[in-house]
Every structure is written in C-alpha cells, then in structure tokens.
C-alpha cells in the first residue's frame, strides 16, 4: 500500500485548508484510516480517524476546527482543517490498515510521506 498526502502549504491564523490522502494499492472492505501529525519538537499525535462504517472520532485538541471525510469512490481521504492556529504547524501524515477499530493511535500499519502545513501570520 501506498499512501500519499498532498494540500500541506501556509497560511494565516483563522484560514482554512484540506488535506488529501490519495492511497494507491490498497484496497478492503473492513479499515481504519487516521490523520496525525508532528509539531517541532513534539510527539506524534492523533488527530482524526474514520472507520469503514463512516463512523469518525475527532482528537479534543482540534474537534470543532477539524472534520475527517472519505471519498470511497475516488478512494481519497480528506482533513478539512478550519480556523487554523499557529499551533496546528506539524508536518500531517495519514494512516491506514485494515484492522476496523476507530482508533487514534499509532498502531497503523501503512503510513504516508507527509505534507508540511505552516501558520503565521
């Protein structure tokens, strides 16, 4: 599996931005795909995930501002990011495996490159 993330750019407090994840090869019908991302200096972190169901979890840090989506036809995932934060800078990776628990952990098993996302003003 191959997943790629692309949308990452800079922006301005209060400004939105999405981010896709294109996943190339892999496909299931039972899965578990998640955003995260890694600020300077800190840990990874679990933003957003969504299940085969549609069912979704969203991290308490970012709920309100950020909405995690699916585009099963196009196989494409999304994190529509709003009211974005000096703070939300990170470098967002998705994440994917087959294993249908909703979930923000690390314990996925495919991962993508990651996309830089900058805020300031």
């Known amino acids: 599996a191959k997943l790629r993330e692309s949308g990452g750019d800079s922006g301005r407090p209060g400004e939105s931005l999405r981010l896709s994840c294109v996943n190339d090869g892999w496909h299931g019908n039972s899965w578990c795909m998640g955003w995260f991302r890694q600020a300077p200096g800190k840990e990874l972190e679990g933003l957003a995930a969504i299940v085969s169901d549609g069912s979704t979890r969203c991290a308490e840090s970012v709920k309100g501002r950020f909405t995690i989506s699916k585009d099963n036809a196009k196989n494409i995932l999304y994190l529509q990011m709003n009211s974005l934060k000096p703070e939300d800078t990170a470098v967002y990776y998705c994440?994917?495996?087959?294993?249908?628990?909703?979930?923000?952990?690390?314990?996925?098993?495919?991962w993508g490159q990651g996309t830089q996302v900058t805020v300031s003003s």
């Open positions: 994440a994917a495996d087959s294993w249908d628990i909703l979930r923000l952990g690390l314990d996925y098993e495919y």
